[in-house]
């Protein structure tokens, strides 16, 4: 387990201000955050890199917040890894070992091993220049893990990769964290790498811990409008709630939008992309409750789906199969409806941290 | 690929551009050559030999060396602590020292000489350490390698710091969570990293020092077989009319400070040095 309690940390006009956070033993554990929100400043005061103003960092029950960064047995993997250039893969793995003070004899058993769980031994007699981003990104890891360290600190570790290696990678980072049963904090800016990984996540926004959660709490259920745009909700409606008994009417701009649940005043309403259902509107139907008249707008083909926006009085951007979108294209002519469920709309009680206003970003 | 080559037009025509650099590089190469070809027409073989006979040249070649080597070393010690707190530490003033420290390179040569002259003839800390103390720097064989090293070690302190400032902080940050202290990280991964910047920055304080003259004449005077250096026998010599004499020993400095110069391109090719 790794925490901080009160972790203050004052860099001229940014701070990160007061973070607490726990993460579990063997928790693979993600800070999201968009750049310059403190990400990288959190995890090197965790490691101890960082001198903090306030707070304490705990590993276990230990308080090592007075430790050098070499007692405090956390592997860390910064950005672009940082392999060591003047020394060979087999010496940058080995380097921490070295160190310590162990003997070639063990080094060699070591650094075997852990290329071997890695699938890198072709690498060790390279030098880190000839090494391409996936190579550099196993080895950095293997330097890390190669310690046995009680928590990994992973900063940005797949974003300087192509699409195809940031999967792979990820993949294998996960097995590898599962296999040893490895504590980790893992940094990013990246949903899609923080959902192929993450037991738990933390939105960090402006120094501050603004959500923490499960991956579904997070992307259904997110605390402001600003994490909702954050984790691409997609459609974010602000309006006026009535409440009549346990269902509300929220009045956005061109729309009434029915939810369960009591609400009042000011509200900000959240309603995934892919959680909007479009069909052909029947001859002489009537719209029924949370179905509004729309059109069909720019679309993109994002291969496992096609993203939609969708033209009428309640603009919105879905997310549709290529079947569905196919299958409605080809009926072009007729009216549409989008359809919203009850049960897939989330209400954030007045914007807490933004001005209002109507997003319908990805 | 041959006729790939012919009709390649990026290899046969050059752009006027690209005339304009070699016409400029041609001009100076050629004004560098032809100047130390007419110095060798004008020596003759007397001069060379004297070169190796005569004791006042041999030990104004010797003074020349040891004491250039020994500012080097001194400079070194300086340089990297120095360099090194100037790139990794920010503190109020650093700017300031910054420039402090280039003020010996824009130093009219004379200006230097004189200063540290005034320095330990004038007040009263400079007399301390040469009366009470018993530091002689004044025309003393010290004296030059204080001065040398006045004068020079500006260029390795400038050099250690640019060094610095272009290896990444997270090299040493990765070292100490990988286990070292602080001075294992600037000993295992930093220095090894600045070592080729170090090194050149070292052959041009070297060279500076070496070549020294004005500061020279001034501080530490030019008395044969004491504080002669090859600098000032070429002044000496060529003052009583020996210009032979004299260019044979420029000519001799010109090669020790060719051989210099091969070994910066030496460093710059080779790899980082592993320490």
Same mark, same amino acid.
């Given at each position: 387990m790794i925490g901080a309690e009160g972790l203050t940390c004052r860099l001229g006009e940014f701070a990160l201000r007061a973070v607490d956070l726990t993460v579990d033993a063997a928790e693979h554990f993600v800070i999201l955050g968009p750049p310059g929100s403190g990400k990288t400043v959190l995890l090197e005061c965790l490691c101890g890199l960082r001198r903090i103003d306030a707070g304490r960092v705990l590993i276990g029950e230990e308080d090592v917040t007075a430790l050098e960064p070499r007692r405090r047995a956390m592997g860390y993997v910064p950005q672009d890894y940082a392999i060591l250039p003047h020394l060979s893969v087999e010496e940058n793995i080995g380097f921490g070992l070295r160190v310590r003070g162990a003997d070639r004899a063990e080094r060699t058993r070591k650094v075997a091993a852990m290329t071997d769980m890695l699938k890198i031994g072709r690498l060790l007699g390279r030098r880190p220049q000839g090494l391409s981003g996936g190579e550099k990104q196993r080895v950095a890891l293997a330097r890390a893990l190669i310690l046995s360290p009680r928590v990994l600190l992973l900063d940005e570790p797949v974003s300087a990769l192509d699409e195809a290696t940031r999967q792979e990678i990820c993949s294998e980072i996960s097995r590898i964290q599962k296999r040893l049963g490895l504590t980790t904090l893992h940094v990013s800016h990246n949903l899609e790498e923080a959902l192929s990984v993450a037991d738990r996540a933390g939105i960090l926004m402006n120094g501050e811990f603004k959500q923490i959660g499960t991956l579904d709490d997070l992307l259904r259920r997110p605390r402001t409008a600003d994490l909702a745009r954050f984790m691409r909700c997609g459609n974010i409606f602000d309006g006026q709630a009535e409440s009549d008994g346990s269902r509300s009417a929220i009045n956005v701009d061109s729309g009434r939008i029915i939810v369960n649940g009591t609400y009042r005043g000011a509200v900000s309403v959240v309603v995934r992309p892919e959680n909007i259902v479009v069909e052909e509107r029947r001859a002489e139907q009537s719209l029924g409750e949370n179905h509004f008249p729309v059109g069909l707008g720019r679309a993109s083909d994002l291969c496992n789906y096609v993203r939609v926006d969708l033209d009428g009085p309640l603009a919105m951007v879905a997310h549709l199969s290529p079947a569905a979108y196919g299958a409605l294209v080809r009926r072009a002519r007729r009216e549409l409806i989008a359809r919203l469920d009850c049960e897939q709309i989330h209400v954030i009680e007045e914007s807490r941290d933004s001005p209002p206003h109507r997003s319908r970003a990805d | 690929m041959k006729e790939h080559r012919k009709t390649s037009p990026a290899r046969t025509r050059l752009s006027p551009f690209a005339w304009i650099g070699i016409l400029a590089t041609a001009l100076f190469v050629g004004f560098i050559v032809i100047l130390i070809t007419a110095d060798l027409f004008y020596i003759d073989r007397a001069a060379l030999l004297a070169l190796f006979t005569k004791p006042f040249i041999l030990h104004a070649l010797w003074m020349s060396l040891w004491t250039s080597v020994v500012t080097v070393l001194i400079a070194l010690l300086f340089a990297v602590p120095i360099g090194y707190t100037l790139s990794r530490y920010h503190f109020r003033g650093r700017a300031l020292i910054d420039t402090v420290i280039d003020l010996p390179i824009v130093f009219p040569p004379l200006v230097a000489g004189l200063t540290l002259l005034v320095f330990f003839s004038q007040t009263l800390l400079g007399r301390w350490i040469e009366q009470d103390l018993g530091i002689e720097f004044v025309f003393q064989p010290k004296g030059i &390698?204080?001065?040398? #090293?006045? &004068? *020079?070690?500006?260029?390795? %302190? /400038?050099?250690?710091? @640019?060094?610095?400032?272009? %290896?990444?902080? /997270?090299?040493?940050?990765?070292?100490? =969570?990988? +286990?070292? @202290?602080?001075?294992? *990280?600037? /000993? $295992? &991964?930093t220095l090894p990293l600045a070592s080729r910047g170090i090194i050149a920055g070292c052959i041009l304080t070297w060279a500076r020092a070496f070549g020294l003259f004005g500061p020279l004449m001034i501080f530490v005077g030019? #008395? $044969? +077989? /004491? =504080?002669?250096?090859?600098? @000032? @026998?070429? #002044?000496?010599?060529?003052? %009583? +009319?020996? %210009?032979?004499?004299?260019?044979? &020993?420029?000519?001799?400095?010109?090669?020790?400070?060719?051989v210099a110069l091969t070994a910066i391109r030496a460093v710059g090719r080779r790899g980082m040095v592993k320490l």
């Open positions: - | &390698v204080l001065c040398q #090293f006045f &004068v *020079s070690a500006s260029f390795a %302190i /400038r050099s250690a710091k @640019t060094v610095f400032d272009e %290896i990444d902080k /997270r090299y040493e940050k990765v070292a100490l =969570t990988l +286990g070292c @202290t602080e001075w294992q *990280s600037f /000993r $295992r &991964v030019s #008395f $044969r +077989g /004491r =504080t002669e250096v090859l600098s @000032t @026998t070429i #002044f000496l010599e060529q003052s %009583i +009319g020996n %210009i032979e004499l004299a260019l044979a &020993v420029a000519l001799l400095m010109i090669a020790i400070a060719l």
